[in-house]
């Protein structure tokens, strides 16, 4: 019996521990980082703000009518201007605009 509840235990913490091991194998793929408005701000202020003016003023083409237009906007000017861009920066700079000027529901 001692011999079984020692099977059971050791069976117990080894699934334990590989669970634990693919949470920690997979958590690098997961996006967990949080939109910085302040940051986005400034990204559109040294950036954007030389085609779009503070505040922002649509150029009158193609204008956004959702948060999926809009962040398809900002990665196109994004790549079309070459400013080097990760997708935080690009997170960054659509929340920023949503809160200040679109307030798109998600």
Request: proline share 2%.
């Amino acid at each position: 019996m001692i011999h079984t509840l020692k099977r059971q235990f050791e069976s117990t913490i080894l699934k334990q521990v590989k669970a634990k091991l693919l949470a920690l194998a997979l958590l690098p793929g997961l996006s967990l980082a949080v939109a910085n408005i302040a940051d986005g701000k400034l990204l559109y202020d040294e950036s954007c703000a030389k085609c779009h003016h503070t505040p922002y003023q649509s150029l009158g083409w193609n204008e956004m009518t959702n948060r999926i237009e809009l962040r398809h906007m900002i990665e196109a000017c994004s790549n079309h201007f070459q400013l080097d861009w990760n997708d935080q920066d690009v997170q960054d700079t659509e929340e920023f605009l949503n809160t200040e000027f679109f307030f798109f529901n998600e």
